[in-house]
Structures are given as structure tokens and as C-alpha cells.
């Protein structure tokens, strides 16, 4: 069976021909998978019923399924994806009051190979990539789901998008052409592989790269992230000056509050220096306690001291609203939920 989700125009186009049909047919399935959102052929209206026959018999919007999905009493909503193989990973959609924005945090692997101290996908090990198909079906079956268009995308699920480079790429591609989402309005984030950040650098990306620094110095650094050990924070500070350099845009640095660790004076001044001559946001995220690790949350006060220290050396600074609290919508915990449950 064919599933046309994921497919360009192009693609779609070879199909309708098979079946002696316009190229007008083509353009009509495309903007009913990728705008309309539909789960089924046979929603495919203004398509005759003899050709939603024949094209039904060849062919499928998805093979992916909806596990779980958890709503937040502030309208978070967390799918739990399944692929065919019955590998899942984690989808967020997140909506803000105040803004018409809809953002999709989509993952791009199945576990994650960083291993970082902290986080829950780290702790489930790598299992595979993901293709760009399936990482386009995450946001499929948000809006399918919601009957919503979504407007924003970060790569802030689960897995290490740069090492999985060429899906996530050509589904970036995808979000642009097919479902018209700005580059800009796209995100892909990192724990700073550098050989990839080059590459991007070269490409001359103009979607946010988003960098996981989360410590002001290799020391500290290392013990949250071991990829430190083999790219580390001096090398990755070069390579950040280089990537705005080549792509003239701004780097979003994200940094997880942890308290008593990383949310000192010092730290926040020995930060301030690394970022001097960085052009870059940065993203103060308090801490989601994961259970099996000893890290707490930093104390409110002490993330607005670390802010204001920041914003005194002249860098924009924001506190990640926390978004989902009551269902776990952090890195890697519903899976984690789930691997534990069966
Ligand atoms: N692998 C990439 C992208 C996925 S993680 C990366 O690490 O950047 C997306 C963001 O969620 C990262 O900044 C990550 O550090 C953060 N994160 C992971 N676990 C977290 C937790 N328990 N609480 C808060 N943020 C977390
Ligand atoms: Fe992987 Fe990112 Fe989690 Fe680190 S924080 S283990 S890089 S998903």
C-alpha cells in the first residue's frame, strides 16, 4: 500500500497518472493531506467516488497511529506516536494564549544516543532514526487530530536532530514547499554537535538553531552532557561565532536551571563572558524533574538573579514558560511513562 503522507507534488502526480487522472486530481490529494488534514480517502470530497475508489485501492493517507494523547489543563496536548514497526516517539503541541501561533515540538529520532544526565530520552538508550516521513507524520496527525493548522515547528522532542541530518533536512524541505510553514518559523535544536553546525553553517540555514549549553564551563558542562568530552564548549564557541557569521542569524542558547548547580552568580557571569561576542537569545528552562535523577528545579528567585545578570551584559532574555506540567510534556517523559507501564 502507498501512504501518500510525505509525498510532494511531483509524487502524487506519478500516482493520478497511473490512474489516468489529472494533474489537477494531484494538486486536489495534496491540499487535502497537507492542509485539509485528512485521515481517510474517502474524506477527500470533492473527488469523485469512483476515483477515491481506485485511489483507495492502491493507496493510504497514513499508517501511523495515535498511541496515547494527554491534554493540560493549559491546552498542551502530548501524543504518544506509533509507527507501523511499533517504535513511538513523542509529539507536543503547544498554543499560547495571546498568540494565534500553534508550534509543534516534533522528535527526530526514536531514543537518543547524548545520554544527557538529565533527560528521560537519554536515559531510554537509541533505537533507531526516524525518516522524514515519519517525522512529517508527527505533525500530520496534530493537525488531523485537532482540525488545526500548525504554524511553528522546533525539533525539541526526542533524539539528537543533528545526528540524524539528512531526514531532518529534507523534512524541513517538506514543512516548507508542502505545508508552507516559513523556514523562520522553524527550529532545530541541539546539544552541539560541531562537524554539523559547520554544515549548516555552509548551507547557510536560515531556520533557528537553538544550541543546549546548559553550563557556563566544561567542567560543569561535562557532567550533565558527555558529548562535552568529545566536542567541547571552547570548540563549540568558535563554532557558533562561525555559524552566525556565515548565516548572519541569531542563536537561541538553551540553559536548564538546575538548583544549587548551574544557577550561581558565578555561573551566570562566567556565561555572560562564553556569550560575549556570541550573537544570541537566550532561554533560561527551569528544570523539569525527571524521577530518576537528583537534580531540583532552581528557586524562582535565584533564575530572576541569573536573568538579570544576563540582560546586564546586553543578551535578550527569556524564562520558558512551562507548558504541560501536569502531563509530563517534558523531553522524553511520556515514552518513558509508557516503556515503564507494559
Ligand atoms: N537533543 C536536542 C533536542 C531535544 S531536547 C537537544 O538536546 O537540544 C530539547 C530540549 O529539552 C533541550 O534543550 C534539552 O536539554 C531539554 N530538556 C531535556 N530534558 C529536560 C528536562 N528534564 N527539563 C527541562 N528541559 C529538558
Ligand atoms: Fe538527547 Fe537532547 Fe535528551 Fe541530551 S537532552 S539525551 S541530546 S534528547
Redesign the pocket.
Known amino acids: 500500500m502507498i501512504v501518500l503522507a510525505g509525498m510532494n507534488l511531483e509524487e502524487i502526480e506519478s500516482i493520478t497518472d497511473g490512474l489516468k487522472a489529472s494533474k489537477f486530481h494531484a494538486k486536489q490529494v495534496h491540499n487535502w493531506i497537507y492542509n485539509k488534514s485528512v485521515s481517510a480517502i474517502d474524506e477527500m470530497t470533492d473527488l469523485s467516488k469512483d476515483f477515491r475508489g481506485k485511489l483507495s485501492e492502491i493507496a493510504t493517507v497514513t499508517d501511523t497511529k495515535i498511541k496515547t494523547k494527554q491534554v493540560s489543563s493549559d491546552g498542551t496536548i502530548k501524543y504518544l506516536i506509533e509507527y507501523p514497526d511499533g517504535e513511538c516517539v513523542e509529539t507536543v503541541l503547544m498554543r499560547f494564549d495571546n498568540r494565534a501561533n500553534l508550534t509543534a515540538c516534533v522528535s527526530s529520532q526514536v531514543g ?1 544516543a ?1 545520554n ?1 544526565s ?3 530520552t537519554g536515559k531510554c538508550g537509541f533505537i533507531r532514526n526516524l525518516n522524514y516521513k515519519e517525522i512529517i507524520e508527527q505533525v500530520l496527525t496534530i493537525q488531523r487530530d485537532t482540525g488545526l493548522k500548525v504554524t511553528n515547528i522546533v ?7 543533528l545526528l540524524n541530518l539528512d531526514n531532518v533536512l529534507k523534512a524541513l524541505d517538506i514543512f516548507n514547499t508542502d505545508f508552507q510553514i516559513g523556514t523562520r518559523r522553524i527550529t532545530i ?3 552541539g554537535i560541531i562537524p554539523r553546525i559547520d554544515e549548516l553553517a555552509n548551507l547557510e540555514l536560515q531556520s533557528t538553531l ?1 544550541v ?1 549549553l ?1 553550563a557556563p564551563n566544561h567542567k560543569l558542562r561535562a557532567e550533565l552532557m558527555p558529548i562535552e568530552n568529545k566536542y567541547p564548549i571552547d570548540k563549540l564557541q568558535q563554532a557558533l561565532k562561525n555559524y552566525v557569521d556565515k548565516t548572519g542569524r541569531r542563536i537561541t542558547i ?1 540553559y ?1 536551571m538546575i538548583k544549587g548547580f548551574n544557577d550561581t552568580i558565578e555561573a551566570a557571569k562566567e556565561l555572560a563572558m562564553y556569550l560575549k561576542n556570541i550573537k544570541c537569545n537566550v532561554n533560561l ?1 527551569p ?2 524533574s ?1 524521577v530518576e535523577t537528583k537534580y531540583k528545579k532552581s528557586l524562582n528567585n535565584d533564575v530572576m538573579q541569573f536573568k538579570y545578570i544576563l540582560e546586564h551584559s546586553g543578551k535578550k532574555v527569556t524564562v520558558r514558560l512551562e507548558r504541560g506540567a501536569d502531563i509530563d510534556a ?3 517523559q511520556l515514552r518513558g511513562k509508557n516503556v515503564l507501564n507494559n
Open positions: 537518543c547524548v544527557c538529565f533527560c528521560a525539533f525539541m522532542g526526542q533524539g539528537e536532530p535544536s541541539t546539544s537553538a543546549s546548559h538553551e536548564i528552562i528544570y523539569n525527571v517534558a523531553c522524553g
